[in-house]
């Protein structure tokens, strides 16, 4: 398939530039541009932190400060973000699977109420977490009455019997915030697949396991890992879910450069660990993209 | 002010809406307060977290009209929540003066605006598109100090006059020459009996190992440190680094036994509403804004309490100080700002205002009775505004107070 798509490209290589170049310009002038001024102030040094002026001094140790003095948060960042990733691929796989397959008629209305929540605010919705899950709430009413506090403690669900200001309210509010992102992308790629593929599977006496296995899973990679990187790209830069559902040992990387910002008035420390940031996540990325094996990708 | 006006974290928590027959239950006082009190959480919350302020602050050519720069729901509105509608202070002013006002509610927070507009702008010698702006205390005190505020002229302002002693013999401006106070509070401790299991008078009944995982403390460094310093017997008004780092020790402490839950912007209200929250550090006039049916006290510990207040003053170089002059002359008399106070529910520094509202009867005349809002000598001597920290130790000290809030 890649190489189809190659041999059309190839033929008109200059009209490829021309139509590419409002994106690069678009990506040099609201990319590369802001960038290169991050990446300056990030090696710079803010002789009065209130006033405006900074000195360019290769000051490398802005990220070697910030690694030191953020490294909880980093890891504790890419952690949460990695297991709501997770979560959202086993909530998301098979609910895109049947949106795909099962569905029939529903499939529209089922696939619009996925887009419900974003009607209302990112805000508001994680908000509204606090209300369900805190003391007074349904979640913590329903598990004291059937008394199963001891056993969502063991499962780590609850932690002394509380839902909110945990560490799993945290993962459990990117998970619910980014699954959307997870499901669609998977039921695009499931979608696209064609059914007479199955169809032959069966007639060749395949079990629906390995049929399921190599065919059906191969072609929705690329669905898995697009929604991968829509939801652990913004869960792990996100900080809203930690503040309004966390407590004092969950705060993510997001918050720690806010308050660099604006709260220290450190602005090359915030820049430094942006960077860093960015560039864990780019590594992780190209990382993850070699693993799966880009072929997909070109699919 | 920071605190209760505008969550400089996500503070909208408090501001889910109430059960409406609990809200018609309440008072006409209570209810509007109530309604300031969602409008500014939802509101605020929003401003800060996605910082419209930022683009506000930094592309806005200067406007050719007169403008306000205040913290969100921090005036009077009509009933539609408007804050220029007919009746308003903001109306009368307009239809008295002639003066057409921009009245903006993008002071969100002192530092944010600090470091997105006063710093990046006024320290190039630019200017900011607002000609009266209203930072708390300690950072007008920075702003006056930075040189990067016009000094009023006095002489526009008869109504200076009624601003109350306590705040024209201040070290950071004697004579109140550079600033006006807009509106102040306290700082103190919050707390639902029925998990507390009795009264709470100290601050070290925070440090209770009884109330382990049920307590949080403000976000807000000078309002959380001052309190418990105080518990320590030290003088939040000396602001004495060692003394400073040894409050920091005991909250450092407690947030590693895990007595401290979060650290909070307003969103503490939810917390004390749904009884995950036993006792809070925590600002009297969101504590005033709650259904008294909740039971929800709050005092001024023995050892004493914060008391902050925010600052009207004119940004170096606005385009439009007379007029700002004229503003700050007409929130000063005492009819006016009567009615603000009776709106925003905050403790007025204009003289008169306590005569006015007693004089107008009924609900306001019970305002002039409430001592959050009129506080009364034997505890305003236990009130303390933090003191000044050399720029060093304030960048050590807030850098070690992130570290442990996380």
Redesign the interface.
């Known amino acids: 398939m890649a190489g189809t798509a190659n041999t059309t490209l190839k033929k008109g290589k200059k009209g490829t530039y021309g139509l590419l170049s409002p994106g690069v310009l678009w990506l040099l002038l609201f990319f590369l541009v802001p960038m290169g001024s991050l990446l300056k102030i990030a090696l710079s040094e803010k002789p ?6 900074y000195d360019f001094t290769w000051h490398w140790a802005n990220f070697s400060d910030s690694v030191d ?1 953020f490294g909880t948060e980093l890891i504790r960042s890419f952690t949460y973000a990695g297991i709501a990733t997770i979560l959202c691929i086993l909530i998301g796989y098979p609910l895109a699977y049947y949106l795909a397959f099962r569905a029939g008629k529903w499939r529209s209305i089922l696939l619009g109420l996925v887009m419900v929540p974003f009607f209302t ?1 990112f ?2 919705r ?3 977490w ?2 369900i899950l ?4 349904p979640a913590v009413w329903v598990v004291e009455t059937l008394h199963l506090t001891g056993i969502t403690d063991f499962l780590h669900i609850t932690s ?1 019997g ?1 839902f ?2 945990t560490p799993q309210a945290v993962i459990g509010g990117l998970t619910y915030n980014f699954v959307a992102f997870m499901i669609l992308p998977i039921y695009v790629s499931l979608e696209k697949i064609d059914i007479n593929l199955l169809d032959a599977a069966r007639d060749l006496y395949d079990v629906p396991a390995n049929a399921f296995r190599k065919i059906i899973l191969p072609l929705s990679l690329p669905g898995v890992f697009a929604g991968t990187l829509l939801t652990f790209i913004p869960a792990a830069g996100d900080y ?1 879910n930690a ?2 559902l ?6 993510m990387i997001g918050s ?1 450069i806010e ?1 660099l ?6 602005y090359p420390a915030a820049a430094a660990l942006s960077f860093i940031f960015m560039a864990i996540i780019t590594a992780g990325v190209l990382l993850y993209a070699k693993v799966l094996g880009t072929e997909e990708l070109a699919a | 002010m920071a605190r209760r006006t505008s969550p400089r ?2 503070a ?2 408090g ?2 809406p109430s059960d409406p027959e609990l809200a018609n239950a309440v008072s006409i006082t209570r209810e509007l307060t109530r309604r300031r009190f969602l409008a500014r959480s939802g509101m605020a ?2 401003a800060a ?1 996605f910082a419209p302020s930022i683009l506000a602050a930094c592309t806005t050519p200067g406007s050719n009209r007169f403008t306000v720069s205040n913290w969100v729901s921090y005036i009077d509105e009509d009933d539609s929540g408007n804050p220029e509608g007919k009746g308003t202070t903001l109306y009368e002013f307009q239809k008295q003066t002639g003066i057409d006002v921009n009245y903006l509610t993008d002071f969100n ?1 002192n ?2 605006y ?3 507009s006063f ?2 702008l006024l ?2 010698g630019k200017t900011i598109n607002a000609d009266v702006v209203m930072p708390t205390n300690w950072m007008a005190a ?1 702003l006056i100090d ?1 040189g990067w505020v016009e000094e009023l002229d006095l002489g526009n302002i008869p109504n200076h006059a009624n601003l109350l002693d306590a705040y024209t013999n201040l070290d950071w401006d004697p004579g109140a020459k550079h600033f006006m106070p807009w509106q102040a509070g306290i700082g103190g401790i919050a707390y639902n009996p029925e998990l507390t299991g009795g009264e709470i008078t100290s601050a070290n009944d925070l440090f209770d190992k009884k109330l382990k ?1 049920k307590v949080t403390m403000l976000t807000e460094m000078r309002d959380t440190v001052g309190v418990v310093m105080m518990g320590q017997g030290s003088d939040a008004a000396k602001a004495d680094p060692d003394d400073i780092n040894k409050a920091l020790d005991e909250i450092e402490k407690a ?1 590693d036994d895990g007595q ?4 909070t912007g307003n ?1 503490y209200l ?2 004390l ?4 929250i036993a006792a809070c550090v925590a600002w009297s006039g969101d504590i005033y804004s709650l259904d008294p049916e909740l039971g929800i006290e709050f005092v001024v510990p023995d050892e004493g309490g914060t008391q902050w207040f925010d600052t009207m003053v004119i940004p170096k170089g606005a385009t439009r100080k007379s007029q700002g002059e004229e503003w700050m002359n007409f929130v000063y008399d005492p009819e006016n700002a009567a009615r603000i106070t009776e709106w925003v529910g905050y403790i007025s520094p204009v003289k008169g205002v306590k005569e006015v509202l007693e004089a107008a009867g009924g609900d306001s005349a019970e305002l002039a009775e409430n001592p959050l809002v009129f506080v009364d000598d034997e505890t305003q001597k236990r009130l303390q505004v933090f003191g000044p920290l050399q ?1 060093k130790d304030e ?1 050590a000290i ?2 070690r107070f ?2 442990i ?2």
Request: glycine content about 14%; aromatic content about 4%; charged content about 20%.
């Open positions: 009065d932190p209130w006033l405006p002026e003095r605010s805000l508001i994680t908000i509204a606090r209300t805190g003391g007074e709430g002394n509380a909110l200001n809203i503040t309004l966390g407590n004092v040992r969950t705060s720690q308050k910002f604006l709260s220290e008035s450190n | 974290r996500p909208a928590a501001a889910l919350a929003g977290l927070d530092d944010a600090f470091n997105k710093s990046p320290g190039r920075r930075l995982g947030v401290i839950l979060k650290f969103e939810q917390g509403e749904d009884g995950s720029q960048i807030q850098t992130n570290g809030t996380g």
